[in-house]
């Protein structure tokens, strides 16, 4: 079992990246590689044209890293937490009060770890990333199982510092609307491999269509004889939500087609949208399966 | 701002931890001293106990002896019937101090059955002619309660020559002068082996050792930091036991206190390496707490903590006496009531070390830090 394969991937300095893909695509595995927390069975890693090889110190005070779901001792305080990691790159306290400032915990500075949010926790790991002033930011899951106000928050922190530091960023996400608000480039991966990268205006113009139209069908979808239709790109039905999914060149051409075809055949359209395509759409269309089960 | 010192950063997790956790508090202060309170007391104040016999008196002929002993004797009607009525009678002596004994009037299958309970050891049966006790030979509670009772009641004084009595109730040969050196360092082993493993493995689970070896921390200094906290939080639980032995038993230590600090320091070294070799590879802290409990539990038992180990059988206690809790029990001990010095004890204090020292090192080479 190979949870990375056959992956060939550079990063520009000062690029948000986003590695986006379901649970199990290799994500992590990647990112832990590149933090030099696994090591790969073949292949290279460069970071900043560095091998991990005898560079170890360096590197470490270059990076960044917030891991999926990491936990504080219970009995710590929010700003113990952050002295104790900054004393390890060597930075003194102004700094970890700049950082309490931009992970906004000042009112959290003295409670105890165990006692913050999830969202507050998450922001504390991001702080901790944050606080050598990272050439490169490594970020696993930051938002993964946040309420939308958190997850907003902690994009808000990212834009943020974005705006203000030459940094490059490695993202992984599930959420494609992480993905397309935080990055510049994304990179879709399935099952250990990269399956499409891009802008996100890129991946979504070159892959097939650009249109949607899904309904509902009330009776056999196959009876509508739009397997055939010039304007069709592809068909997909999804037989336990009952839902028809159909990639069309164009809405405008499609829609009074698939109109006639239900008023002959007898079969209604329940829930009938149209829409542009979305990441999710995409990851459909690349692999027959959604990015979010 | 200063800049800080990531050793010391390290140090004061362990510091704060300790305050502010009021369960690690209480196990590591509270329960020693107050066991030492508990054992000690129980222990040491027995002379003061009643001892219950069953007695079974005949209805028709009495025995003039036993009667004349019991004449004396103060008769306690049980009000509520929740047990026989009884007579209790003290047997003063001035060198073995005070043993009351109290006669709970029964027949022959009650006396069974509060010997079977333990709530007796012995059944005194009267017959006009002779009083007939039935105990368990092997038994020494109920030999020694035989042997003073029936003289006792023989001839109302005790047989033995009280003059060739002699009291040892000096300090150093109390059981709480056994007991002291003996709750120290299981406190060591405990603290050492649950504070260092368990935090190990609690970190690793929570993958916060995995996030701060990400950073450029040493990991020399991480692992010393355990040491030293742990160290220091050693000698103040140390400290505080025996200060509560001294004011509250009096006891005192015999021997050198440079030698009671260098097994002290030697036992450290041992159970913190030893500490670091169980925690070296899992992260599962029910795995731990097994790997844990394997090791204290068996030493906590076998190394002469509450008891001398040479109540077990011939053939392990060369085994027993090798294991390290062993090692350092008997050793403080001796320092404590043989008054021994450091020659006495530095074998055992460079064994101790050096057991520590490698499975420091096989530890380290096996320690799975992400």
Redesign the interface.
């Known amino acids: 079992m190979r949870a990375v394969d056959g992956l060939d991937l550079n990063i520009r300095e000062g690029e948000f990246l986003a590695l986006l893909g379901p649970n199990g695509a290799g994500k992590t595995t990647l990112v832990e590689m590149v933090?030099?927390?696994q090591k790969q069975d073949s292949g290279e890693i460069r970071i900043m044209g560095l091998p991990w090889k005898g560079h170890e110190?360096y590197l470490?005070?270059q990076?960044g890293?917030s891991?999926?779901?990491?936990?504080?001792?219970?009995?710590?305080r929010t700003r113990?937490i952050l002295?104790?990691?900054?004393?390890?790159?060597?930075?003194?306290?102004?700094r970890?009060d700049q950082v309490i400032e931009m992970i906004r915990l000042k009112d959290k500075s003295r409670a105890?770890t165990v006692n913050l949010s999830g969202g507050q926790r998450q922001r504390l790991a991001l702080g901790?990333a944050l606080l050598?002033e990272p050439s490169i930011l490594l970020l696993d899951e930051p938002t993964t199982g946040l309420d939308p106000n958190s997850r907003h928050e902690i994009w808000d922190i990212l834009m943020e510092f974005k705006r203000n530091q030459m940094t490059t960023m490695i993202l992984t996400t599930h959420y494609m609307d992480e993905a397309s608000f935080l990055c510049d480039r994304i990179v879709i991966m399935d099952q250990g491999k990269i399956i499409a990268q891009g802008g996100l205006d890129e991946l979504l113009s070159q892959n097939q269509s650009d249109e949607i139209i899904e309904f509902f069908p009330s009776g056999d979808p196959g009876k509508l004889g739009i397997e055939s239709m010039p304007w069709l790109k592809k068909y997909s039905f999804d037989s336990d939500r009952n839902k028809v999914t159909l990639f069309v060149t164009e809405i405008l051409t499609a829609l009074p087609d698939i109109m006639k075809q239900s008023e002959v055949r007898g079969i209604g359209m329940g829930g009938l949208t149209c829409r542009t395509m979305t990441l999710d759409d995409l990851f459909i269309s690349l692999t027959g399966r959604r990015l979010v089960e | 701002?200063?800049?800080?010192?990531?050793l010391?950063?390290?140090i004061?997790?362990h510091y704060?931890?300790f305050i502010?956790?009021p369960g690690i508090l209480f196990w590591s202060i509270i329960f020693p001293v107050s066991m030492a309170w508990v054992l000690g007391i129980a222990f040491s104040k027995q002379n003061e106990t009643v001892q219950q016999v069953a007695l079974i008196e005949d209805p028709i002929a009495q025995n003039k002896e036993l009667r004349q002993f019991l004449s004396d004797a103060e008769y306690v009607n049980n009000p509520e019937k929740e047990g026989p009525d009884y007579y209790e009678k003290t047997i003063q002596n001035e060198k073995l101090g005070k043993t009351s004994y109290r006669f709970l009037e029964t027949d022959m299958d009650g006396g069974l059955l509060l010997l079977k309970r333990g709530q007796v050891n012995l059944i005194l049966k009267e017959y006009p002619d002779s009083v007939v006790y039935f105990f368990d030979p092997v038994n020494p509670q109920a030999k020694m309660a035989y042997v003073m009772l029936s003289s006792a009641i023989k001839n109302e004084h005790l047989v033995y020559e009280t003059a060739s009595i002699s009291p040892l109730t000096q300090r150093g040969n109390r059981y709480i002068d056994f007991l002291i050196p003996g709750l120290m360092v299981m406190g060591v082993m405990n603290s050492l082996l649950w504070g260092i493993s368990y935090a190990l493995i609690e970190?690793r689970s929570?993958?916060?050792m995995?996030?701060?070896?990400?950073?450029?921390?040493k990991r020399s200094e991480f692992l010393i930091s355990f040491f030293v906290a742990r160290l220091s939080i050693t000698i103040i639980e140390a400290t505080l036991l025996l200060s509560f032995a001294f004011v509250y038993f009096h006891i005192s230590i015999q021997g050198s206190i440079p030698a009671m600090i260098l097994i002290f320091l030697a036992g450290n070294i041992a159970f913190s390496g030893i500490a670091i070799l169980i925690s070296s590879r899992t992260a599962n802290s029910r795995i731990g707490t097994g790997l844990i409990n394997v090791i204290t539990l068996p030493m906590t038992i076998l190394s002469g903590v509450f008891f001398s180990y040479h109540n077990f059988p011939d053939k392990v206690i060369p085994v027993i006496q090798k294991l390290p809790l062993t090692m350092m029990a008997d050793s403080t001990r001796s320092v404590f009531i043989e008054g021994a010095g450091i020659a006495q004890v530095s074998l055992n204090a460079l064994i101790l070390s050096l057991l520590g020292i490698i499975c420091f090192i096989i530890g380290l080479r096996t320690f799975k830090w992400?």
């Open positions: 933090e030099g927390l110190v470490r005070s990076l890293i891991l999926q779901e990491t936990r504080f001792i219970d009995k710590l113990e002295e104790l990691f900054a004393s390890f790159h060597h930075i003194d306290g102004s970890v105890f901790i050598n | 701002m200063m800049k800080r010192n990531s010391i950063q390290l004061l997790i704060r931890e502010r956790e970190m929570k993958k916060l995995r996030r701060m070896v990400a950073t450029p921390m992400y």
